[in-house]
């Protein structure tokens, strides 16, 4: 009797719960940012992270801060930042694999929730909505992935 070939497990990938992990805003010179007629500036940044929590389930949060600022000025009008988290069960995939699972897969399932909370936050606060741009997770993957190669092959 010839003995078969372990078939390799078959991936599964879960979605367990989304959350909002924190969210915060801060509108340090009301009430008289209130009656500014300049438009602000808004300054995003985002960040990215995951850790595993056990049984292979794994927790990734996606943060924006978004930083509004008056033109020519140093007066902030709000500033807002908001966690959005994730629990997802991931089984099958191949340790190498999982980078790409919390740098791109489980962001793209978060950025919608992230940007709703974002949206309603600043509408909460008094602002007109704040919208978040669609992101490309992959490219944006790519892109760090290229600016870390000559990193690497200068310090070799």
Same mark, same amino acid.
């Given at each position: 009797?010839?003995?078969? %070939?372990?078939? =390799?497990?078959?991936?599964?990938?879960?979605?367990? &719960?989304?959350?909002? &992990?924190?969210?915060?805003?801060?509108?340090?010179?009301?009430?008289?940012?209130?009656?500014?007629?300049?438009? =602000?500036?808004?300054?995003?940044?985002?960040?990215?992270? @995951?850790?595993?929590?056990?049984? !292979? +389930? +794994?927790?990734?949060?996606?943060?924006? /801060?978004?930083?509004? &600022?008056?033109? !020519?000025? !140093?007066?902030?009008?709000?500033?807002?930042?908001?966690?959005? @988290? @994730?629990?997802?069960?991931? &089984? @099958?995939? =191949?340790?190498?694999?999982?980078?790409?699972?919390?740098?791109? /897969?489980?962001? /793209?399932?978060?950025?919608?929730?992230? *940007?709703? /909370?974002?949206? !309603?936050?600043?509408?909460?606060?008094?602002? =007109?909505?704040?919208?978040?741009? %669609?992101?490309?997770?992959?490219?944006?993957? *790519?892109? *760090?992935?290229?600016?870390?190669?000559?990193?690497?092959?200068?310090? +070799?």
């Amino acid at each position: 009797m010839a003995e078969q %070939p372990q078939q =390799p497990a078959q991936a599964q990938f879960n979605i367990e &719960k989304i959350y909002v &992990k924190d969210a915060s805003v801060e509108i340090p010179n009301a009430p008289q940012v209130f009656l500014e007629r300049a438009s =602000p500036e808004l300054e995003f940044q985002f960040r990215n992270e @995951g850790q595993a929590i056990g049984n !292979d +389930h +794994h927790e990734i949060v996606l943060t924006a /801060t978004i930083t509004a &600022k008056i033109k !020519d000025s !140093d007066k902030t009008v709000f500033l807002i930042e908001a966690s959005q @988290g @994730g629990i997802f069960m991931v &089984k @099958g995939v =191949p340790q190498s694999d999982m980078e790409l699972v919390y740098a791109i /897969t489980c962001p /793209t399932i978060l950025l919608p929730y992230l *940007r709703e /909370t974002v949206s !309603d936050l600043s509408v909460r606060a008094g602002f =007109p909505p704040v919208f978040l741009a %669609p992101m490309n997770f992959e490219a944006i993957y *790519r892109q *760090r992935q290229e600016a870390e190669q000559p990193a690497a092959e200068q310090t +070799h």
